[in-house]
């Protein structure tokens, strides 16, 4: 069975500061990843994509991929407190279940002032 | 771009009726939608994989007689749930791909009274 794990927080950082979001997945074979940012009573809006090792960056977000380790980051600098929302992982395997995304749990990331 | 809409954003029903909740695709075609069911305090669980011009396939444990999706259009998928019971409540949010990734409509709050 495919898994996506995030610590589910609350994680609390102070505006202007690092906000670091991990996952972990258990299917080696998976190709894609995402970061959704999903705020309280509404769907998940899209951040960040990354298909390859290394990192990529956008604007104030970097994610990063660790295949070998099935570990993928996401990077928030400068925290808003418009950022607190709920961060969701998710996985696409590829292959047969292209397309079909499986979610971690989702961490709770709350920026202070 | 990459806009996805969803109809009607909240319905209210009684038990035993059937709601019917559409999700298209508003500046791109779509060959491929998905739909998510999520709970509270819970993640997105995907139910069903949307393929126009074919039929649905559905995920474990998900009855596709009870949950019905219809995909009659690169630009619109339907979803109907039928007999509602108050275990039915729930946000449900569609996706459409449009290459690599996935972008999700607003969702639509079902509450089965």
């Known amino acids: 069975q495919k898994e996506v794990e995030q610590n589910s927080g609350p994680l609390s950082v102070p505006e202007g500061a690092i906000a670091s979001l991990n996952c972990t997945y258990s299917d080696r074979v998976s190709q894609s990843f995402f970061w959704y940012r999903q705020y309280s009573g509404k769907s998940p809006e899209l951040i960040m994509s990354?298909?390859?090792?290394g990192d990529k960056e956008d604007g104030r977000f970097t994610a990063q991929l660790n295949k070998a380790s099935q570990y993928v980051s996401l990077l928030i600098r400068d925290s808003q407190p418009s950022d607190s929302a709920t961060y969701l992982c998710a996985v696409d395997a590829g292959g047969t279940s292209y397309g079909k995304l499986t979610f971690g749990q989702g961490t709770i990331l709350t920026v202070h002032p | 771009g990459a806009v996805v809409s969803q109809h009607p954003s909240w319905v209210i029903c009684k038990s035993g009726t059937s709601v019917k909740i559409e999700c298209r695709s508003l500046?791109?075609?779509?060959?491929?939608m998905f739909w998510y069911r999520q709970f509270p305090k819970q993640s997105l669980m995907l139910m069903a994989t949307s393929n126009e011009g074919s039929k649905a396939t559905y995920e474990q444990g998900v009855e596709k007689d009870k949950f019905l999706i219809n995909h009659a259009s690169l630009t619109l998928s339907t979803l109907t749930v039928t007999s509602a019971h108050p275990e039915d409540s729930s946000f449900y949010i569609c996706?459409?791909?449009?290459?690599?990734?996935?972008?999700f409509g607003p969702g639509t709050r079902l509450t089965v009274l």
């Open positions: 996706s459409a791909e449009t290459g690599d990734e996935q972008f």
């Open positions: 500046d791109f075609q779509a060959t491929t």
């Open positions: 990354i298909y390859s090792n």
